[in-house]
C-alpha cells in the first residue's frame, strides 16, 4: 500500500516548485542549479542532519550548486519524493534501492565505507536477551518461536528484509511469534531489548557498535542470535533526468568527500559499487515475493 508523503516533506515540495516556477526554472532540468537530498534519520533528527552537513558542504562546494537537506518520516516518503522529482538524491538502504530501481530507475552512485569494518558492507544482526540460553549465531527455530520480535521497518534491509530472510530460513514467520513491533529505527529496536519490552531485536551491527558506545546497552545485556551474510550498506541514490556528464560530476564529489566530513557520522567516505554488489538483495526480494510499493 502506497504511504502518504509527511508533511513537512509536502510543504518543502510545494516551496520548491512554487519557488521554481517563480523564477522560471525548469524542473526537470538535465543539470540542475540545485539539489535536494532527502534522508531517513537513524536517530534524531537534529543530531542526523548537523552530522551530514560537512558531507553536503563538501559535495555543494565541488559541484558549485547548494544542496538542501529534507528529513523523511520513512523510506516509503523518500521514494515517493524521489519518484515524482521532487528529490533529486537519498540515502537509502540496499533493499531500499532495489525498490527505486523497479520503481523509477534510480541509479546507485555510491555506497558507505563503515568506520568498523572499513568496508562497503555491513551485518544484519537478531539480537537475544541473555536469559533465553540461546547460543551466540546458532539460534533454533524451538528457541525463537513463541518470542516477542522487534523488526526495525518493513522495508529496512539490515533491520527487516534480511532478518526476516534468515527467519525465513529457519521455518519461522511472523505468525510463529508471540508479538511482533516495528521499532522504527535500530536505536529503538535495540532499546527496545535493554529495557525488557521484546526479547528479540533486528539491528546491523554498526548500529549495534554505536548503541554500546553510547550506553543504550551493554555487553551482558544481549546474545547474537544470528547473524547475516555480508550485506551492502547504504546506497546513496539518485533519480533519472541528469545528464550522464552531471552523474558522473555527482559520483566523483561523493567519492571525493574529505575523510574529515565523514567522521561524526561513523564514515570512512564512500565508494562506487557495480549492479552486482546487490544481487544478495535482489534474490531475496525475489525469493520473498517482494513487490515494489506502487
Not at 533491520?159 to 516495528?182: H, I, Q, T
Not at 533486528?202 to 551474510?229: H, M, P, T
Amino acid at each position: 500500500m502506497k504511504r502518504a508523503l509527511s508533511v513537512a516533506i509536502l510543504a518543502c515540495i510545494l516551496v520548491t516548485v512554487f519557488a521554481a516556477l517563480a523564477s522560471g526554472e525548469d524542473v526537470a532540468a538535465s543539470d540542475p542549479t540545485k539539489l535536494i537530498f532527502v534522508n531517513v534519520p537513524s536517530g534524531s533528527a537534529g543530531d542526523d542532519v548537523a552530522m551530514f552537513q560537512p558531507i553536503l558542504d563538501s559535495l555543494a562546494a565541488t559541484l558549485g550548486i547548494p544542496i538542501q537537506y529534507i528529513v523523511a518520516t520513512d523510506y516509503s516518503a523518500v521514494l515517493q519524493a524521489m519518484r515524482f522529482g521532487y528529490a533529486d538524491m537519498a540515502r537509502v538502504g540496499a533493499f531500499n534501492f532495489i525498490q527505486a530501481e523497479q520503481l523509477f530507475g534510480a541509479t546507485c552512485l555510491v555506497v558507505d565505507v563503515k568506520s568498523n569494518t572499513h568496508q562497503p558492507f555491513d551485518y544484519a544482526l537478531i539480537l537475544a536477551r541473555p536469559d533465553l540460553g540461546i547460543q551466540a549465531e546458532s539460534a533454533t527455530a524451538d528457541q525463537l518461536r513463541g518470542l516477542r520480535l522487534a523488526y526495525v521497518d518493513v522495508t529496512s534491509t539490515t533491520g527487516g528484509l534480511v532478518p526476516r530472510m534468515m527467519l525465513k530460513r529457519l521455518g519461522l514467520e511472523d505468525a510463529d511469534f508471540a508479538e511482533v513491533y516495528y521499532a522504527s529505527s535500530h536505536d529503538a529496536a535495540i532499546l527496545a531489548l535493554a529495557h525488557g519490552t521484546v526479547d528479540l531485536a533486528c539491528c546491523n551491527d554498526f548500529r549495534l557498535e554505536k548503541n554500546l558506545a553510547s550506553g543504550n546497552i551493554a555487553e551482558g545485556q544481549y546474545v547474537i542470535a544470528l547473524r547475516s551474510d555480508p550485506v551492502p550498506t547504504n546506497a546513496v541514490i539518485v533519480r533519472p533526468g541528469f545528464s550522464a556528464e552531471f552523474m558522473a560530476r555527482l559520483q566523483a564529489a561523493w567519492l571525493a568527500v574529505p575523510l574529515g566530513a565523514c567522521t561524526a557520522f561513523g564514515l570512512d567516505g564512500f565508494a562506487a559499487v557495480t549492479a552486482d554488489a546487490f544481487s544478495v538483495i535482489r534474490s531475496i526480494v525475489d525469493e520473498l515475493d517482494y513487490a515494489p510499493e506502487g
